[in-house]
């Protein structure tokens, strides 16, 4: 069955950096897109940006260009989000979901990683 | 990209029709047919329950749909009942490879 298995919560200080993970099984890794979604504590659903491993490359949503960094690991089907210069406002689940190719929904999600940025 | 507009909150009782909207712009809704409606429980991921305006996946009930007219679009659920009580939020695809997600409706079942 396809899963996306995420890595455990972080607590970060400002302006340090996380790297959170995302681990696909039970479909071919390269025939789908990999979205990442972000939610704050009792807020709604933001988008952060997608990678295209058959293509090899990504795209970050103007708000977090510069700070987020994607990047994949085809052997080990694994996803990451860098994401810099934290901030307060960061704090939040960070989620990742997969997108079957030019359908512009997100079918799987994963489980969620709590990132809380506090000093 | 600013946030499709949802309502922040839409009752009804068991059994009867809610419909929740979702209003966006002629850079999104309006120029493609590319929305989605997430369902989320408390605590959980968001569960996806109609692609494509009005597709409903395998395995969800034939009591969502969805529609659309201009910039807006539409969740229906039918014959309301306990389970559906979740937080819902549209999304579209929008210009340049982006995605934008309403702001969310809470749905209570009284």
């Known amino acids: 069955q396809v899963q996306l298995v995420q890595s455990g919560a972080e607590v970060e200080k400002p302006g340090a950096s996380v790297k959170v993970s995302c681990k696909a099984s039970g479909y071919t890794f390269t025939s789908y897109y990999i979205h990442w979604v972000r939610q704050a504590p009792g807020q709604g659903l933001e988008y952060v940006g997608v990678?295209?491993?058959?293509?090899?490359?990504?795209f970050t949503a103007q708000k977090f260009r510069g700070r987020v960094t994607l990047t994949w690991d085809t052997h080990t089907s694994t996803v990451y989000m860098e994401l810099s210069s934290l901030r307060s406002d960061d704090t939040a689940v960070y989620y990742c979901?997969?997108?079957?190719?030019?359908?512009?929904?997100?079918?799987?999600w994963g489980q969620g990683t709590l990132v809380t940025v506090s000093s | 990209q600013s946030a499709l507009t949802q309502p922040a909150s839409v009752s009804g009782s068991p059994g009867q029709s809610i419909t929740i909207s979702c209003t966006g712009t002629?850079?999104?809704?309006?120029?493609?047919?590319?929305v989605s409606w997430y369902q989320q429980h408390p605590g959980k991921a968001p569960k996806l329950i109609i692609s494509?305006?009005?597709s409903r996946p395998s395995g969800v009930s034939s009591r969502f749909s969805g529609s659309k007219s201009g910039n807006t679009a539409s969740l229906t659920i039918s014959g309301l009942q306990a389970e559906d009580e979740a937080d819902y939020y549209c999304s579209s695809y929008a210009t340049n490879n982006d995605y934008v997600f309403g702001t969310g409706t809470k749905v209570t079942v009284l």
């Open positions: 494509d305006v009005t």
């Open positions: 990678i295209y491993p058959s293509a090899g490359t990504s």
């Open positions: 979901a997969r997108e079957q190719p030019h359908t512009c929904n997100f079918d799987y």
């Open positions: 002629s850079s999104d809704i309006g120029n493609y047919n590319y």
